[in-house]
């Protein structure tokens, strides 16, 4: 990984519509040259897919929800068990195994509070080994992700 990567992921973490002629104009590359550092990027696993962010809001999923899960059993079985049924809802968005407090943190947009009432009882309230819930409503996105900061990675 070296300064010239560096700048080809930070432009594709910006804008990944961009064409590779313009992401070479960045980088102080040729577009062949940026193009297989591309390649080369993508087959080292650095770049995993590519995607469109999509505006919550325009797709009336107004509210982000963060519910906190706790299991009864921290054993292996019940976690792959709760770990295999949250993989088939397409209503959890993430799903993060924590420390602390609770055992996972999982992500949902709604539509609205009835819209998470459905998630709740459609969705939530079937995932296995669950001991107790706690949902938290975010008021306001102060600051959306748009990428990782990849200075620390420069050589």
Not at 5 to 22: P, T, V, W
Not at 44 to 63: C, F, Q, T, V
Not at 80 to 90: K, L, M, Q, Y
């Amino acid at each position: 990984m070296n300064r010239t990567d560096i700048i080809i992921l930070n432009a594709l973490q910006r804008d990944s519509n961009q064409s590779i002629a313009q992401i070479a104009e960045k980088a102080a590359l040729s577009t062949s040259a940026c193009h297989r550092r591309l390649r080369a990027l993508e087959e080292e696993g650095y770049i995993r897919n590519y995607s469109a962010r999509l505006d919550p809001r325009k797709l009336g999923l107004g509210l982000q929800v963060f519910v906190e899960i706790s299991l009864t059993s921290q054993s292996q079985d019940d976690m792959n068990r709760f770990e295999d049924a949250v993989g088939r809802f397409d209503d959890i968005l993430e799903c993060h195994l924590m420390s602390g407090s609770a055992d996972y943190m999982l992500r949902v947009a709604a539509a609205d509070m009835d819209h998470f009432d459905v998630i709740h009882r459609t969705c939530l309230s079937r995932l296995p080994g669950v001991s107790a819930m706690h949902s938290s409503f975010a008021i306001r996105r102060i600051k959306e992700w748009t990428g990782y900061s990849l200075e620390r990675l420069q050589t």
